[in-house]
């Protein structure tokens, strides 16, 4: 069975950063491309970031590229999301996904496999 665990969310100020970790269990997590997708209050989800199988190959929607960076360890099981220069727009709740960004058509994200998500807050 896939278990996805985010972990990490907290509220910040803006300006802040956090660091977002997704332990993966119960398949092959090396074999697998993932992303980060996350759903504001009142919203869908949103696709933020992918990162091929090999962590080789990274991709960022444009709000965030250049202040997120994504990363996984294959030896741990373990997705990050490095979160910087955090807006009050990026409060969400994060969610690890299986698949990559070929999965996200700019308005909906599939039924992949998920976790509960973490909380992200960014107030003053």
């Known amino acids: 069975e896939v278990q996805l665990v985010e972990s990490g969310g907290d509220l910040v100020q803006p300006g802040g950063s956090l660091r977002l970790s997704c332990a993966a269990s119960?398949?092959?997590?090396?074999?697998?491309?993932m992303s980060w997708v996350r759903q504001a209050p009142g919203k869908g989800l949103e696709w933020v970031s992918g990162?091929?199988?090999?962590?080789?190959?990274?991709t960022y929607t444009a709000s965030v590229k250049g202040r997120f960076t994504i990363s996984r360890d294959n030896a741990k099981n373990t997705l990050y999301l490095q979160m910087n220069s955090l807006k009050t727009e990026d409060t969400a709740r994060y969610y690890c996904?299986?698949?990559?960004?070929?999965?996200?058509?700019?308005?909906?994200?599939?039924?992949?496999?998920r976790g509960q998500g973490t909380q992200v807050t960014v107030a003053s």
């Open positions: 996904a299986t698949g990559g960004d070929y999965l996200w058509d700019g308005h909906t994200w599939p039924e992949t496999s």
């Open positions: 990162i091929n199988a090999g962590g080789g190959t990274t």
């Open positions: 119960g398949f092959t997590f090396r074999s697998y491309d």
